[in-house]
């Protein structure tokens, strides 16, 4: 299996977990986006893990527990855990863009559209260019830019 399904599929599995906490720590009209996001990543890694297994090789399984990049025990917490998960999921599926089998640089590209709407969506404030700093963003202060890590999570042994 190539380095970058690989990659993929366990930013998938990071994604499932950390939307469970994501809903668990919302409610209304977030637990319902974080609900269906959880949905649209599970499905994400079922597609992968057929992909791989039509394909004669061994999915890897998801780890037990995965470590959230900060403690999140508030709504708006919980919302800038998807923001960042779903940037952290779109970088895994930008390296297997470039991977030679058109049917997944295909799935790639697909996938990275629905984390961007997603992650977008998480945003109090999007800017005009979305990744260049600038002025005139909605919500945004001047000259302040807060990069967001990737990846979001990381799988903890």
């Known amino acids: 299996m190539s380095p ?9 599995h990071a994604a499932v977990y950390a939307y469970g906490v994501v809903g668990a720590r919302t409610s209304g009209g977030l637990r319902a986006r974080a609900n269906a996001a959880f949905d ?10 057929a992909l791989i297994a039509q394909r004669r090789e061994k999915p890897a399984e998801p780890g037990p527990t995965y470590q959230l990049p900060f403690e999140v025990s508030t709504p708006a917490q919980a919302v800038r855990l998807a923001a960042q998960v779903e940037d952290g999921v779109l970088a895994a599926y930008l390296e297997l863009s470039a991977d030679p089998d058109p049917a997944l640089r295909r799935l790639a590209a ?10 977008y969506g998480w945003r109090p404030a999007i800017p005009a260019f979305p990744g260049m700093p600038g002025e005139g963003q909605v ?6 830019t807060d990069p967001t890590p990737v990846p979001p999570i990381t799988i903890s042994q």
């Open 4 to 12: 970058a399904l690989a990659r993929a599929l366990a930013a998938e």
């Open 139 to 144: 919500g945004a202060t001047p000259g302040v």
């Open 110 to 119: 697909l996938a990275m559209q629905e984390c961007a709407v997603r992650g």
């Open 40 to 49: 649209a990543h599970r499905a994400r890694r079922d597609q992968l893990r």
